[in-house]
């Protein structure tokens, strides 16, 4: 039994004529399936919730849907027993696509999940942050500062839709980030590292902390990051000139891989940031408010899945 997580609104509204594309072909093969709807945020979370909950036997979970989707259906599992994931990337940022190099389309996608040939234990993210040490899991990516504003940006865009139906959606990501730039203001603070490594930093930007390279609808923030490594891959933008940070956002929004002074990468199982100031927090591009201190940590090799 495959059991489906939709989102019918992912990718400005295509994925829910997707879905129906990839119904008939399930139908046509006659493969027993659950398919369930999201109608609102938080619907994949709670759905993945009742799947696994209390289950032991061995569970088969399709997300259809963006990397915010996949978010949610990684935060509502509850590893009880054995349960492995597929993705059909029907969303515009695809980041966790892009990483693992999955088929643009969606049949194709759909054609390797129900004749697997590989499977890949991921590792995964958790931040913790407020009074309450509320978390939040994330497959591909979690940041705080600049490229937090921007997810939040892009979360209020009411004419976002028309550049993403345009094919325009990764120039919308870069318009944002160029008026996030333009707005930033750099705040002091440290890192601890493996609880022992302490780094003091000035004029923070941003610091985006990678289990998969790219966010932000493919922005190469952290070449070197491996989803099955066991560890975080930390990308640190400060510079005291606001100016020398353009040539980096313009590579790595290009997806190529330089050294930039102002720019610092760092691997660890666990990361403390400590600010000056609150700035925005996203996961997996999800708005996670604003925060002044967070805690995160990999958790490594717990999400199976086909590849």
């Known amino acids: 039994m495959y059991y489906f997580i939709v989102n019918p609104d992912a990718g400005s509204g295509q994925s829910g004529k997707t879905w129906k594309k990839l119904e008939r072909q399930l139908n046509h ?24 909950e209390g289950c032991r ?32 990337p029907t969303g ?38 407020g009074e309450r040490l509320e978390h939040r899991r994330f497959l591909v990516s979690a940041g705080i500062g600049m490229d937090g504003a921007v997810c939040h940006e892009m979360a209020d865009l009411k004419w976002q839709q028309t550049f993403n139906r345009l094919g325009l959606g990764k120039l919308c990501y870069g318009a944002a980030g160029v008026r996030q730039l333009m707005a930033a203001c750099p705040v002091k603070g440290y890192l601890l590292l493996d609880g022992a490594q302490k780094v003091e930093l000035n004029h923070i930007y941003f610091i985006s902390t990678h289990i998969h390279p790219f966010e932000g609808g493919g922005f190469k923030f952290a070449p070197s990051a491996d989803p099955c490594d066991g560890k975080l891959t930390l990308c640190v933008v400060h510079h005291s000139a606001k100016a020398r940070l353009i040539p980096f956002l313009a590579s ?55 590849v």
Do not use: W
Request: hydrophobic share 35%; proline share 5%.
């Open 29 to 52: 093969l006659r493969i027993e399936y659950q398919a369930f709807l999201t109608e609102k945020q938080g619907d994949a979370m709670a759905e993945a919730a009742r799947l696994t």
């Open 57 to 88: 036997e061995p569970r088969i979970i399709i997300t259809v849907g963006g990397d915010g989707t996949m978010n949610e259906v990684l935060d509502g599992l509850v590893f009880c027993g054995p349960v492995t994931l597929g993705y059909i």
């Open 92 to 129: 515009l940022g695809n980041d966790l696509a892009r990483s693992l190099k999955l088929p643009r389309k969606p049949s194709r996608c759909l054609k390797k999940i129900l004749n697997p040939k590989y499977h890949k234990l991921l590792d995964y993210g958790v931040m913790c942050y």
């Open 252 to 306: 790595s929004f290009m997806g190529h891989q330089k050294k930039y002074r102002g720019v610092r990468c760092y691997n660890c199982q666990e990361v403390e940031i400590h600010l000056e100031h609150s700035m925005p927090v996203h996961a997996d591009g999800e708005s996670c408010g604003c925060r002044q201190e967070v805690q995160i940590r990999c958790i490594p090799g717990k999400v199976r899945m086909i």
